[in-house]
């Protein structure tokens, strides 16, 4: 069997954590970011887990992650 490619857009953007789940950054800190509160904007720095429903897709995506 040949060896699968890891998608290296994927492999940049998640983290797989110990217990194998996936670490992401969240969404919505890059611009427009007069309108939004100091506390959401203080949130948005945290790392977060990927949702289960998207699990199995982040998982092909890295197959040997």
């Known amino acids: 069997m040949p060896k699968i490619k890891t998608r290296r857009a994927a492999a940049k953007r998640f983290r797989v954590t110990g217990t194998g789940e ?7 800190k890059s611009h427009i970011l007069e309108k939004k509160s100091p506390a959401r904007k203080r949130n948005l720095r945290k790392a977060t887990l990927v949702s289960k429903s998207d699990y199995k897709r982040v998982l092909k995506c ?4």
């Open 22 to 28: 996936f670490k992401r950054a969240k969404a919505f």
């Open 62 to 65: 890295l197959p040997y992650a």
